[in-house]
């Protein structure tokens, strides 16, 4: 039992929340309920969390030894000992040999898009996650990469307003990622991660100040200048929920230092969960409602 709930642990669960940018797509493409595309999506959303749970253990076990000596990560269940190397390398030769084939069965396309999700991730793993900037963009890209998969395996054009303000946001998780990393550390931070001495908390502060005031204009422009929401300029009445969730997400960063796991943040902080929540229900709201023009 303990084992099973170990191999659990290893393929994060919780991190599959990200997996639903993949839904991004079906949603402001109006397919929302078309059952045969909900079920496409659906379908590429489970491959998703397959092939973004076998990177999680790719990942780890590169970085054994690093996450050994770290305070929070060393409990992991490889870094451990609960879960031996030989089984989570099995774990994640099934995960792909069952995904990929699937991946292919609902298109080449998005098949090729999950595939360049899988390599980068592996770049980055041994890589991009020593070489300062590039390995934020690549850890951005792995967010935009499941949005463009999203629109690929439902064969709808892809907007460039999701793609900017998908680019836009995932950069700033990925700062507030190192930024956590960088203080929860402290002056070991360099030890555990080397790349984490090229960066300082002011120089990350500024840059995450940059995105969130990017982020806000993509997204403000995106509610009254894009094709796809009515006329009546009505999707702008959710900019407030990005806004307060944007706001909310830096005082977690800023006065609780955290911002190190935005899907555990979305999970156990209840204002920032109740918002995005809101924030759906309009977006669904305003696109789906009979009388929009």
């Known amino acids: 039992m303990d084992l099973a709930l170990g191999l659990l642990r290893e393929l994060r669960p919780k991190q599959w929340t990200k997996n639903a940018l993949v839904f991004a797509g079906l949603v402001f493409d109006m397919k929302l309920f078309d059952l045969g595309a909900l079920a496409t999506s659906i379908s590429a959303f489970l491959i998703f969390c397959a092939i973004s749970s076998a990177a999680y253990v790719i990942n780890d ?111 700033f998780l990925a700062l507030a990622k190192r ?44 509610t009254f200048q894009a094709a796809g929401p009515p006329d009546d300029h009505s999707m702008m009445l959710t900019i407030p929920f990005v806004l307060y969730a944007l706001f909310r997400y830096l005082y977690l960063i800023h006065q609780r230092n955290e911002g190190g796991s935005p899907e555990t943040l979305l999970l156990k902080d209840r204002p920032l969960l109740v918002t995005i929540l809101l924030w759906a229900l309009v977006v669904v709201t305003v696109l789906y409602r009979p009388w929009a023009v």
């Open 61 to 171: 076990l590169a970085d054994l030894e690093r996450d050994r000596r770290h305070p929070v990560k060393r409990r992991r269940p490889i870094a451990s000992g609960l879960l031996s190397v030989g089984l989570a390398r099995v774990a994640v030769v099934v995960l792909l040999a069952v995904a990929l084939p699937v991946a292919f069965l609902l298109s080449w396309q998005f098949a090729l898009v999950a595939l360049t999700y899988f390599v980068t991730v592996l770049i980055y793993s041994f890589v991009l996650k020593h070489v300062v900037l590039l390995d934020v963009f690549a850890i951005a890209s792995g967010f935009v990469l499941r949005a463009v998969a999203g629109t690929v395996v439902l064969a709808v054009s892809l907007s460039p307003w999701l793609l900017v303000c998908t680019v836009l946001l995932s950069l």
């Open 179 to 222: 930024r956590h990393e960088l203080l929860l550390l402290e002056g070991g931070a360099g030890g555990h991660r080397q790349i984490l001495d090229e960066y300082s908390e002011r120089f990350l502060d500024q840059m995450i100040a940059i995105v969130t005031s990017s982020t806000v204009i993509a997204y403000s422009l995106y």
